[in-house]
């Protein structure tokens, strides 16, 4: 599935990975956090990453988010690919 990669000090980026925890977790760097965004997008965090006192990546909502981030989709129960249109509302969220 297509979703949009959040990695410490560099830009967004598309890729493609596989629908599966390990791989999910692997990218992020620990136990998956899903947190709601908008309109059936989430971003997939480190749970623990604040607790692990890494880099910031971001803020979000007075959040700030540590490690890699994912965006994807959640739509019935299931993440799924992200949106072409996508891309520039989570750019507006990051600015």
Known sequence: MKVIMKKVGEELEPIEVSNNLSE????VGGYIECIELFDSVVLLCDEDGSMKKLPVNF???DVALVRNVIFLRLEDGEFTSIK???LETIK????
């Open 24 to 27: 999910l977790q692997k990218l």
């Open 92 to 95: 507006d969220l990051l600015q």
């Open 84 to 86: 072409e249109n996508d």
């Open 59 to 61: 803020s979000i909502r």
